[in-house]
């Protein structure tokens, strides 16, 4: 076969000296990392770039949307605009670009470096505002506990956008579950949706747990993602089966006693958060932390032990390089 016709599928790309993440760290775990030669890439694509690990057995629908990732980013590069990264797909009704915008750190007191570093200490980890004052203190940084909550709440939005923009396609395998929260003193349900590798899709916080709230979920879901799964796995709760009636789903939709262990899994991280907060204090200011932490976690969330610890130290490194692609300031 011709080197030139070869469709070879990309980790990373490493243009003008510039990381760029490109594989969730789940679907290369699930077949191996095998190393692909650099002058077999360069023979494909030309001079000025190469690759870097990747899994050679990877999905047909992951490696169409790689593939078309890793035009792009050259296509980029040869017009000279390259330096922000883009996600898109060449499947058929779905082309999703959305371009990450530089942070304006303008008017603030404090460097960039310092305010970046809170926001990321903060989602991250489970620490409340105080804890990231004390953790900077440490540090020589003194900062008050208000300044940090507002930094999260203005950079917060933003960067989560540009992460997810940088986020590959999920899989076409979604888990679809609810929880209860106790807001503001008022029974709501956190509705949650999320692939086979744990990659939280969507979190939607709603006040009923009927066909209306599922159809609301499934509807933005479907409008966010740009495409129809196969398989869809819910518990038994029917407001699930009306709600895909009702969008005339046509594929699998399975139900099970611990089918959808996925998605109650995933429920923990955020149970956890809200018990260091002491609970949410309104469905807005829910809906919003949900959301940007949802874009952290699955950015840095690596399941270390399922991988070795040298990949795993790969996998940490493209998660802060996409974290710094994300929050990199404006001129």
């Known amino acids: 076969m011709d080197m030139a016709d070869e469709a070879v599928p990309f ?71 390259y330096g922000i990264e883009t996600l898109a797909t060449n499947e058929p009704g779905h082309v999703l670009d959305w371009v990450m915008q530089p942070i304006s750190f303008a008017r603030h007191r404090f460097p960039p470096d310092i305010i970046r570093h809170a926001v990321w200490l903060y989602l991250r980890f489970t620490l409340s505002y105080r804890d990231v004052e004390d953790l900077l203190a440490e540090r020589g940084l003194i900062v008050s506990n208000e300044s940090i909550r507002r930094w999260v709440l203005k950079f917060g939005p933003i960067i989560a956008k540009n992460l997810r923009a940088i986020r590959p396609k999920p899989h076409s395998r979604w888990h679809l579950d609810e929880m209860v929260v106790s807001i503001a003193g008022r029974q709501m349900y956190m509705w949650r949706a999320v692939d086979s590798e744990g990659e939280v899709l969507e979190i939607l916080v709603q ?28 518990d038994k709760l029917r407001s699930y089966g009306a709600a895909l009636r009702e969008i005339g789903f046509s594929g ?54 399922l991988i070795r610890r040298p990949t795993h130290r790969q996998f940490r490194t493209t998660a802060h390089n996409s974290w710094s692609d994300a929050t990199v300031a404006a001129a």
Do not use: C
């Not at 399975?254 to 429920?267: F, K, T």
């Open 207 to 234: 006040p009923q747990r009927d066909k209306a709230a599922a159809l609301q979920l499934l509807r933005k879901l479907l409008r966010r993602q740009g495409f129809v799964p196969t398989v869809i796995v819910t």
């Open 11 to 81: 980790h990373e790309l490493l243009v003008g000296g510039r990381s760029v993440s490109g594989v969730r760290p789940d679907a290369a775990r699930r077949v191996g990392l095998v190393e692909k030669s650099i002058a077999q890439t360069a023979a494909l694509i030309g001079s000025g770039v190469r690759r870097a690990p990747f899994a050679n057995e990877a999905e047909t629908v992951a490696k169409r949307r790689w593939h078309a990732r890793a035009r792009r980013k050259i296509a980029d590069k040869l017009r000279g605009s």
């Open 252 to 305: 699998l939709h399975e139900q099970g006693l611990r089918a959808n262990n996925r998605a109650e899994n995933s429920h923990q991280p955020l149970r956890r958060r809200e018990r260091k907060m002491q609970g949410f204090k309104s469905i807005k200011s829910a809906q919003r932390f949900v959301s940007v932490h949802a874009a952290v976690y699955n950015t840095f969330n690596l399941q270390r032990h």
